[in-house]
Antibody
Framework: QAQLAESGGGVVQPGRSLRLSCVAS????????LHWVRQAPGKELEWVAV????????YYADSVEGRFTISRDISKNTVYLQMNSLRAEDTGVYFC??????????????WGQGTTVTVSS | LVMTQSPATLSVSPGERATLSCRAS??????LAWYQHKPGQAPRLLIH???TRATGIPVRFSGSGSGTDFTLTINNLQSEDFAVYYC??????????FGQGTKLEIK
């Protein structure tokens, strides 16, 4: 059974950094596009970033472009989200999700339970 | 590209039908997905391709529409169906825009 498990959330001061991890089980990240989606308190889901199945393509939401970096380690079957220059508005629950890539995309059908990030002084 | 869902909140009695709407600011063909999200849980994919149920999704969930206007219909509402529902477009990506959600509550 395909599963994702996030970790790395916590409380961090504005301007500091945090790295989230997402470990996949039951499938290989090299066959799937992996996304990060977040939800600020009381707000809607917001797509954050995606890395392609082969790692050659990475895309970001305008709100995080230049501050966040998505990457992966195939040997660990893990995707990461490096978050730098954090702001209060980055606070929320961060989910990783898996989906087919590109024209084969048909929705995010594997999700983790989320990890909570709080940016506060 | 903006995805707009309506209504923001929908109150329906168990056993009845719920109709949720999603509108795209420009045509997205049939490249639309619907998700169900309950507090403290992971979102769950319900529909992709505007009308295709994801694996394991009950037949009481159905999607329709193309272009800019889409509908999620839930027949014979069960207690476990009360949640927030999001539409998401994947025709013009990135980004993979979500709507602002519709909260389906018990009447």
């Amino acid at each position: 059974q395909a599963q994702l498990a996030e970790s790395g959330g916590g409380v961090v001061q504005p301007g500091r950094s945090l790295r989230l991890s997402c470990v996949a089980s039951g499938f290989t990240v090299s066959f799937y596009g992996l996304h990060w989606v977040r939800q600020a308190p009381g707000k809607e889901l917001e797509w954050v970033a995606v890395i392609s199945y082969d790692g050659s393509n990475k895309y970001y939401a305008d709100s995080v472009e230049g501050r966040f970096t998505i990457s992966r380690d195939i040997s660990k079957n893990t995707v990461y989200l490096q978050m730098n220059s954090l702001r209060a508005e980055d606070t929320g629950v961060y989910f990783c999700a898996g989906a087919n890539w590109g024209k084969e995309y048909n929705g995010m059908d594997v999700w983790g339970q989320g990890t909570t990030v709080t940016v506060s002084s | 590209l903006v995805m707009t869902q309506s209504p923001a909140t929908l109150s329906v009695s168990p056993g009845e039908r719920a109709t949720l709407s999603c509108r795209a600011s420009q045509s997205i063909s049939s490249n639309l997905a619907w998700y169900q999200h309950k507090p403290g849980q992971a979102p769950r994919l319900l529909i992709h391709g505007a009308s295709t149920r994801a694996t394991g999704i009950p037949v009481r969930f159905s999607g329709s529409g193309s272009g800019t206007d889409f509908t999620l219909t839930i027949n014979n509402l069960q207690s476990e169906d009360f949640a927030v529902y999001y539409c998401q477009q994947y025709n013009h990506w990135p980004p993979y825009n979500f709507g602002q959600g519709t909260k389906l509550e018990i009447k």
